[in-house]
């Protein structure tokens, strides 16, 4: 039984998935989220945990509008409207944004130019067409070169970030922490008001954990929903959820607050995956077991 939300789904402040099914493109029959129901109000942060291939992954990129991803039951609203048919260039430019899990590299890029591309086609207003608003212009609309290079300056320094990225192409020898902290870079650039990152926390180091965290918590503010994916408590030790969720085979088996989180840390998967009827495969054990080692050294 699908679990219901009791939150209106015309709530003009939140992100409101209803029953959420879906499957890859090229294969609609085989669906690997099995009915989401999930509120994130403006303000919030949710994470969501869940072994590997639980569908944690698939659910941002439906949300975002990834066309290798079929919609095929259930709708999307953000702020009491219905997104589910959307395409992803609108949503972004609804506020919405995704910090990629593995994000990829656009050799020849500047990621300057890249961000600030990115933040004028955010900012193209949803409802104008081609006459009249020009983003690349900063008289018809554009950010001035002024302006973003300022903006630009003060968000590397936030993140603790070498200005010669700027000049770099876009993720292009990254190492796995800088491609991370790239997209917060996006992220603070283009303010967005329901931000989905996706496993940003993963492949950090220690330090890069702490800036990057800070960054976000610096973010978040009374008009930004957070969806905060991740399988380590530790980053929640510094964005403290206001819920904490459980993804197991394309459902969310169990929801609570922060000490959700703890508990898994512990005892892994396998308890609460049990209780919803799932087993817990080889791997997820070893995943408990590792979970619990690292807390256990911590
Ligand atoms: N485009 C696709 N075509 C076929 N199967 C897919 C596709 N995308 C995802 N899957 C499958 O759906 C399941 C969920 O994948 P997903 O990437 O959402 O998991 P995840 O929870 O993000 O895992 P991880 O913790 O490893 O990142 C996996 O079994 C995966 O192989
Ligand atoms: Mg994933």
């Known amino acids: 039984m699908a679990r219901r939300s009791r939150?209106?789904?015309?709530?003009?402040?939140?992100?409101v998935i209803r029953d959420l099914h879906v499957a890859p493109a090229a294969d609609p029959t085989h669906e690997i989220l099995d009915g989401i129901d999930l509120t994130i109000r403006q303000g919030e942060v949710h994470a969501v945990m869940g072994p590997n291939g639980s569908g944690k992954t698939t659910l941002a990129y439906a949300l975002l509008g990834h066309p290798a991803y079929k919609v095929t039951h259930g709708q999307i609203f953000w702020k009491?409207?219905?997104?589910?048919?959307?395409?992803?260039?609108?949503?972004?430019?609804?506020?919405?944004?995704?910090?990629?899990?593995?994000?990829?590299?656009?050799?020849?890029?500047?990621?300057?130019?890249?961000?600030?591309?990115?933040?004028?086609a955010r900012k193209r207003p949803l409802d104008i067409s081609g006459d009249g608003h020009d983003p690349s212009d900063m008289t018809r609309g554009g950010i001035s070169m002024g302006a973003f290079r300022k903006?630009?300056?003060?968000?590397?320094?936030?993140?603790?970030?070498?200005?010669?990225?700027?000049?770099?192409?876009?993720?292009?020898?990254f190492s796995g922490g800088e491609k991370?902290?790239?997209?917060?870079?996006?992220?603070?650039?283009?303010?967005?008001?329901?931000?989905?990152?996706?496993?940003?926390?993963?492949?950090?180091?220690?330090?890069?954990?702490?800036?990057?965290?800070?960054?976000?918590?610096?973010?978040?503010?009374p008009h930004l929903g957070v969806l905060l994916i991740t399988h380590y408590q530790r980053i929640l030790d510094y964005i403290t959820p206001h819920q904490v969720h459980v993804l197991g085979r394309g459902r969310i088996i169990k929801s609570g607050g922060p000490e959700?989180?703890?508990?898994?840390?512990?005892?892994?998967?396998?308890?609460i995956l049990a209780a919803a009827g799932l087993e817990a495969?080889?791997?997820?054990?070893?995943?408990?077991?590792?979970a619990a080692t690292t807390a256990g050294a911590a």
Not at 7 to 15: E, I, Q, S, Y
Request: zero cysteines; hydrophobic letters at 45%; glycine letters at 6%.
């Open 7 to 15: 939150v209106p789904v015309n709530d003009d402040r939140a992100l």
């Open 80 to 120: 009491g409207r219905d997104i589910t048919k959307l395409s992803p260039d609108k949503r972004a430019r609804l506020g919405l944004f995704l910090a990629f899990q593995y994000p990829t590299s656009i050799p020849g890029l500047s990621v300057a130019s890249f961000l600030r591309t990115a933040l004028n």
């Open 151 to 173: 903006l630009l300056t003060e968000t590397f320094e936030q993140l603790a970030i070498d200005a010669a990225f700027a000049t770099r192409y876009v993720n292009e020898g």
């Open 180 to 221: 991370k902290r790239l997209e917060m870079l996006q992220m603070a650039i283009l303010e967005p008001e329901l931000a989905i990152l996706d496993e940003t926390d993963s492949g950090l180091d220690i330090d890069a954990l702490r800036v990057v965290a800070e960054g976000i918590n610096r973010m978040l503010n």
């Open 260 to 271: 959700l989180a703890r508990e898994l840390e512990k005892s892994g998967y396998g308890p």
């Open 281 to 290: 495969d080889a791997r997820d054990e070893a995943e408990a077991h590792e």
